[in-house]
C-alpha cells in the first residue's frame, strides 16, 4: 500500500520558517522522484519542488528559490521541504507526491506538470501572516 502523509504545517509571521515532511510507505525513496506543490485557495495547484532519486537533483521554481531546500534521507523513507524567509504569498496547502523511477528524472519539467506524480498526500495547510 502506497502512502505519502505530510506534516510539519501551521501557522507561522512572515520571515520565519517550517520544515515540512512527507514520510513514505509502501516503496523506497531510492527509487522515486519527489514533488512538493501547493495550492492556495481559488488557485490552481503549483509546482515548488522536485528531488530526483538517482542522483539527488533538485529543482526550485523562481519564487522559493534561495528560500526552500528540500532533502530527503533515505533511511527514515522522508523527504522534507526547509521553508525560510516565508511570505504570506506562500500561504497554501501543500502536497507531497511522488513516481517510482530507477533513474534520474527532468525535475523541472516534472515540477511544471504534476501528471508526472502518481501517488499523492492529503496535505498540509502553511499559513503565513502576522
Known amino acids: 500500500q502506497v502512502q505519502l502523509v505530510e506534516s510539519g504545517g501551521g501557522l507561522v509571521q512572515p520571515g520565519g520558517s517550517l520544515r515540512l515532511s512527507c514520510a513514505a510507505s509502501g516503496f523506497t525513496l531510492d527509487y522515486s522522484a519527489i514533488g512538493w506543490f501547493r495550492q492556495a485557495p481559488g488557485k490552481e495547484r503549483e509546482g515548488v519542488s522536485c528531488?530526483?532519486?538517482?542522483?539527488?537533483?533538485?529543482y526550485y521554481v523562481e519564487f522559493v528559490k534561495g528560500r526552500f531546500t528540500i532533502s530527503r534521507d533515505n533511511a527514515k523513507n522522508t523527504v522534507y521541504l526547509q521553508m525560510n524567509s516565508l511570505k504570506p504569498e506562500d500561504t497554501a496547502v501543500y502536497y507531497c507526491?511522488?513516481?517510482?523511477?530507477?533513474?534520474?528524472?527532468?525535475?523541472?519539467?516534472?515540477?511544471?506538470?504534476?501528471?508526472?506524480?502518481?501517488?499523492w498526500g492529503q496535505g498540509t495547510q502553511v499559513t503565513v501572516s502576522s
Open positions: 528531488i530526483s532519486s538517482s542522483v539527488g537533483r533538485t
Open positions: 507526491a511522488a513516481v517510482w523511477s530507477p533513474s534520474p528524472v527532468p525535475c523541472r519539467s516534472y515540477v511544471a506538470n504534476s501528471k508526472s506524480f502518481e501517488y
